[in-house]
């Protein structure tokens, strides 16, 4: 066990690593998944991405009640501790409410006479008063625990560490250990409860500010300019967790989703060889690898092995092992990527990457070379 984890799992907010499972929680979290579910469904049918968020098998829930990690397990449990308070201070104003219009409701056959008024109470004011700052210190002391549960600790050597930085509109996920460079998926091994190996990840920004957030995983952190924010994440259960961009960053905020892949040990490592090898260099593809060295492509874009050695645009030395295009706008498919090439901003309105203006056949040639790069 490493420090970091022990940290969070001794905290006084006792059993942070196990979720929930009471009744309330569950309808909770049903109604809340089905929801959230529905409005991205609605989203992506809305520009014909459908299918984009879903192309790896069902989507998990983005709900802050299916927590799968230690952070989003306190997350969780401190906003059933909040809810509950507030639901109990609703019942009481509700029911005092309630009383009192019938109790004192105008009865039939009444005169219209004033009630006796009463002015000043101390009891009653003081009650008012002191009752709700306690509530809120209360409130405020279980929030500080738990930022500081999470947050307060250095990560343990042997640790995964992660590099995301935010661009408009798309992630950079580097992993400097290892030498991988990737976009809008984050792959991460799943940790055992039991002999804990979280990931840490350092967050920037190459622009305006973003904000990493997925929500069973951990809390939402801005990703800032000129700042480095630290968070970590140690999930439970191998699969695919989606998150978004939370912070507006110009016109497609919406359109900077990320996928968190969740592998089981071993297959994190056959997913790392993968990623450390070069890009492929088949024959067949030469002419359109020649177009990509020919026209601007490369000033962006890295394909490891070549000349094209750009870093202002996502890492494509291995596009093809990515299930998403244009940062969860369509899925990664021959035809989609072809209309991405072709006019990133027919599927991404305002996105960065210009149009080439290509020749049908160069456009095809690349399109195949980039079809190798998997
Ligand atoms: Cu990046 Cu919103």
Same mark, same amino acid.
């Given at each position: 066990?490493?420090d970091?984890?022990?940290?969070?799992?001794?905290?006084p907010?006792?059993?942070?690593d196990?979720?929930?499972?009471?009744g309330f929680?569950?309808?909770?979290?049903?109604?809340?998944g089905?929801?959230?579910?529905?409005?991205?469904?609605l989203?992506?049918?809305a520009?014909?991405?459908t299918?984009?968020?879903s192309?790896?098998?069902?989507?998990?829930?983005?709900?802050?009640?299916?927590?799968v990690?230690t952070p989003?397990?306190?997350i969780?449990?401190?906003?059933y501790?909040?809810?509950?308070?507030?639901?109990?201070?609703?019942?009481?104003v509700a029911?005092?409410?309630?009383?009192s219009?019938i109790?004192?409701?105008?009865?039939r056959?009444?005169?219209n006479r004033?009630?006796?008024?009463v002015?000043?109470s101390?009891q009653?004011?003081?009650?008012w008063t002191?009752?709700?700052?306690?509530i809120v210190f209360?409130?405020?002391?279980a +929030?500080? @625990?738990?930022i *500081? /549960?999470?947050?307060g600790?250095?990560?343990?050597?042997q640790?995964?560490q992660v &590099?995301?930085?935010g661009?408009q509109?798309?992630?950079?996920?580097?992993y400097?250990?290892?030498g991988?460079?990737?976009a809008n998926?984050?792959?991460?091994p799943a940790s055992d409860p039991?002999?804990?190996?979280p990931?840490f990840l350092?967050?920037?920004?190459a622009?305006?500010?973003?904000?990493?957030?997925?929500?069973q995983?951990a809390?939402?952190l801005d990703?800032?300019?000129n700042k480095t924010?630290?968070?970590?994440?140690d999930p439970?259960?191998?699969?695919?967790?989606v998150?978004?961009?939370?912070?507006?960053c110009?016109?497609?905020h919406a359109?900077?989703l990320l996928?968190v892949?969740?592998h089981p040990k071993d297959?994190?490592?056959?997913?790392v060889?993968?990623?450390?090898?070069?890009a492929?260099?088949?024959?067949v593809?030469? +002419?359109? @690898?020649d177009? *990509? /060295?020919?026209v601007?492509c490369i000033?962006?874009?890295?394909?490891?092995?070549t &000349?094209a050695?750009?870093?202002f645009?996502?890492d494509?030395?291995h596009?093809?092992s990515?299930s998403t295009?244009?940062?969860?706008?369509?899925?990664?498919?021959?035809e989609?990527?072809?209309?991405?090439?072709?006019n990133p901003?027919g599927?991404?309105?305002?996105?960065?990457?210009?149009?080439?203006?290509?020749?049908?056949r160069?456009?095809?040639e690349?399109?195949a070379?980039?079809?190798?790069?998997?």
């Open positions: 066990m490493n970091a984890t022990r940290t969070v799992e001794e905290a907010w006792g059993a942070v196990r979720p929930r499972r009471c929680g569950a309808a909770v979290r049903a109604l809340s089905a929801v959230i579910v529905d409005l991205m469904a989203a992506s049918g520009v014909g991405a299918g984009a968020l192309n790896n098998g069902p989507v998990s829930t983005p709900s802050i009640f299916a927590p990690s989003a397990f306190a969780g449990g401190l906003s501790f909040v809810l509950g308070i507030c639901a109990v201070i609703y019942v009481v029911a005092l409410l309630t009383y219009i109790r004192f409701r105008r009865r056959g009444e005169d004033e009630p006796p008024q002015y000043g101390n009653i004011e003081l009650a002191v009752v709700p700052v306690l209360v409130l405020f002391l +929030t500080a @625990r738990y *500081f /549960g999470i947050e600790h250095e990560p343990p050597s640790t995964l &590099t995301v930085v661009h509109w798309w992630w950079e996920i580097r400097p250990d290892l991988i460079v990737t998926e984050l792959h991460v039991a002999n804990p190996s990931t350092t967050l920037e920004s622009d305006v500010i973003h904000s990493f957030w997925v929500p995983l809390g939402k990703v800032i300019p924010n630290r968070t970590w994440i439970h259960t191998p699969g695919l967790y998150g978004q961009c939370a912070e507006f110009g016109v497609q359109w900077m996928r892949i969740v297959e994190f490592d056959a997913w060889a993968e990623q450390q090898a070069p492929v260099d088949e024959r593809a030469r +002419t359109g @690898r177009v *990509f /060295g020919s601007a000033n962006c874009h890295t394909v490891r092995g &000349t050695n750009g870093i645009g996502p494509l030395t596009l093809m990515r295009l244009g940062a969860g706008v369509a899925a990664n498919t021959p989609n990527l072809r209309a991405w090439v072709e901003a599927l991404k309105p305002g996105a960065l990457m210009p149009a080439m203006q290509l020749s049908r160069d456009l095809d690349l399109v070379y980039l079809l190798t790069l998997r």
